[in-house]
């Protein structure tokens, strides 16, 4: 394979990158339509790593390209449109879901969905026995977690950040919402990037696994 057709799977490509004394990556590639796993210690630079990403976090040295093009020339509204982060404790507005749904819509500047819409999306996420009309804060943390990631499914990114959903699941919702979230990423031949303290997930579901420790690259397997 050339250079050019080469650099036509790489949805990420890192170089050099530095962000404070935390994280310094000398050089990575995240494929296309892969599923990309980052695992390492607590406070090895994980999830700053995926902030990176989508420019939540502005890197001080080096390059981060997202299609071929420096990470910094895109606006960062629509870049964080276009790569949306599911974070471990995501924020749920006040109101209904329904009013999630809608408010959701208006930032990503998206043509209203009817109901039957909003209605197959929770039932996409396992949700099919609630309401559009129950109120959003009041659900459980799996569930907010669901209808934060049925939220991102309104979007319809080619592409995911997952930061673990682990702050207040247990082990078998958290997978529950793991699955979720590939299987989505997978029939839309997506590209999933996301960070796992389990091993188990990374190697269940991880085709490139990126091991992160004291703010380097350990591994790549």
Do not use: W
Not at 30 to 48: A, H, Y
Request: with cysteine; net charge neutral; proline share 3%.
């Amino acid at each position: 394979m050339n250079g050019k057709n080469a650099n036509k799977q790489k949805m990420f490509e890192l170089d050099n990158v530095k962000f404070k004394d935390v994280l310094y990556i000398e050089s990575l590639g995240i494929e296309r339509e892969k599923l990309t796993c980052i695992v390492g210690k607590s406070g090895g630079g994980k999830t700053t790593f995926l902030k990176l990403l989508n420019n939540m976090y502005s890197y001080e040295q080096g390059s981060i390209k997202f299609k071929n093009r420096e990470i910094r020339s895109y606006n960062p509204i629509d870049l964080r449109r276009e790569v949306p982060m599911l974070p471990q404790n995501p924020e749920i507005f006040s109101g209904t879901i329904k009013d999630n749904f809608v408010l959701t819509q208006k930032y990503a500047e998206k043509c209203n969905k009817h109901k039957q819409h909003f209605e197959e999306i929770l039932k996409r996420v396992g949700m099919e026995n609630h309401n559009l009309s129950d109120d959003a804060e009041k659900l459980s943390g799996g569930e907010k977690q669901r209808i934060a990631l049925a939220r991102i499914m309104l979007l319809d990114p080619e592409i995911l950040l997952l930061d673990e959903p682990s702050a207040s699941l247990d082990d078998e919702t958290e997978e529950l919402i793991i699955k979720l979230v590939v299987d989505y990423i997978k029939n839309k031949n997506g590209t999933l990037v996301m960070v796992t303290h389990s091993k188990h997930i990374a190697q269940k579901y991880g085709e490139v696994v990126v091991t992160i420790n004291n703010g380097i690259i350990e591994q790549i397997s």
